[in-house]
């Protein structure tokens, strides 16, 4: 069983930055893990992820070249780094994380075994 214990999240303006934290209780060599996002009346939808076992990241369309991932090993948390933020990025980001090695992981975190509590991002214009 894994625990996902986020933190971060906020109020924040058009044009500013955030930063997420998620804290895994455990992790394998294969766990992958990464942020969802859900905004209200709308579907879920991926935002980020990377393995612990290798150094690749990948991105929704969406958030690239703003938002970064990254994780701390010796922590066993990852963190999103959320820039130059818009009112269309607000919603409630999850962590999740689930075992899954390979290609199409990053598809999977949408319905992940493992999800925090979520936090809420909010962009104000």
């Known amino acids: 069983q894994v625990q996902l214990v986020e933190s971060g999240g906020g109020l924040v303006q058009v044009g500013g930055s955030l930063r997420l934290s998620c804290a895994a209780s455990?992790?394998?060599?294969?766990?992958?893990m990464g942020w969802f996002r859900q905004a209200p009346g709308k579907e879920r939808e991926f935002v980020a992820a990377t393995p612990w076992s290798a150094s690749y990241t990948d991105y929704a369309d969406s958030v690239k070249g703003r938002f970064t991932i990254s994780r701390d090993n010796n922590k066993n948390t990852v963190y999103l780094q959320m820039n130059s933020l818009k009112p269309e990025d607000t919603a409630v980001y999850y962590c999740?994380?689930?075992?899954?090695?390979?290609?199409?992981?990053?598809?999977?975190?949408?319905?992940?075994?493992?999800r925090g509590q979520g936090t809420q991002v909010t962009v104000s214009s």
């Open positions: 455990v992790r394998t060599f294969s766990t992958y």
């Open positions: 999740a994380a689930l075992d899954c090695s390979g290609a199409g992981c990053s598809r999977l975190l949408l319905s992940a075994p493992y």
